[in-house]
């Protein structure tokens, strides 16, 4: 897939460099839209914006417009578009066996794409042998034995027979997760009970976000074979429910934590050690421990720049005072200092007295923290308790 990538656009941009020098304002704004645009996604916007500014489908550069659409966004993985354009390029009339032959290409492996919901053989087999032929013509190597490579892997030898447990996993590993769920439910009741395949069908359901079937699955597996990654995948779903239901925090790290024991009895610390810590933040999550201490954070951070500013006012004060006695013993050193100045020094002397003695919201702060300590050690506590209830599940001491 990348050397085919890698192949098309540099072909792409070999294409530009035999097009007229004299650009009108069409063929000026296409490159712009084309060049200044590093990313696929601005490309694909400053496409879109040009192809509605020009709308004439015979100018040369609006077909081109399409074009790079069609293979714009096949670059990032949005196959439906991909098509979408494609196909609408072709409609529009010829645009030079090489561009043909690359965009036939893009259709193909569109279309090949056996995890894509618009995956179809026949069609993807239909545009690879177009880009061969129209390849050939245009003297293109490279677009010709890549789609003799895809073609290969479409046709391929004639299948050899596989056993259902075989041909459910390799449905899996090519990521056609609704054909491992089509090819299940044709299969015997015998076949379906099967660890193996009933176990692959949990995973497909998971993948396509099928959470209610998912979960009755990988609990049935559960009840029969008590293994970490089926209380895994049992605990990822409340997870995933939870976010919507809090009340299914407890049951998410209930889970996690009978994985984690499963796990290490099975000889995999890591994956032990991820799945107790999954248990923690699950409880964390149902207290809203989180936002809760972020908020704390917030407001301890706050009060310290509160707490330096008035340690400056107090500082400043001092040397007001200070400042003003000292004033005063040079000014009125033969006589008494009128009543006035006393006025002022103990306006000063007053405010200096307030902010020292002045309250703080440093209390509200220490009641904070020990709400959150109290909470820290009430989520530990539970913790505990839903480990040791899990390990007695297993005997583990």
Known sequence: MKQFLLTVFTLVILTFTVLPQNYDNAG????????????TSSRIKALKSY?????DTTNKFVKLAYYQLSLNYFEGKDYTNAIKFG????????LGNGEEARLNLVLANSYGIKSF???NKDKALKY???AIKLGKLAGDDKVVSTANRLKSSLSGPPPRKLSPEQKIKKLYSDEDFRGVINTFSSFSESIKNKEEISKIYGYALFKLKKYDKALKQFKNLYSKYKKGTYAKYIADIYAKRSRYDKSLYTQAAIF????????KNEGS???SKIAAGKAKVMLENKYGYKSKYISYQKEIKKQQSSSQKHTSEIRNTKKKIRDFKRYMRKTYRDVQAPQFEYDKLSKLEKRLEKLESGSSNSSSSNKTGEALVKLRKKIDSEYEQLLKSSKEKFNNN
């Open 269 to 271: 610390s890591s994956n």
């Open 256 to 263: 996690y934590l009978d994985a984690s024991i499963l796990y």
């Open 128 to 130: 690879t042998k177009k």
């Open 28 to 39: 000026m704004d296409y490159t712009k839209a084309l060049f200044e645009n590093k990313t």
């Open 87 to 94: 196909e609408k390029t072709l409609s529009l009339g010829k």
């Open 51 to 55: 192809i509605q500014t020009y709308t």
């Open 117 to 119: 919901s618009g995956f």
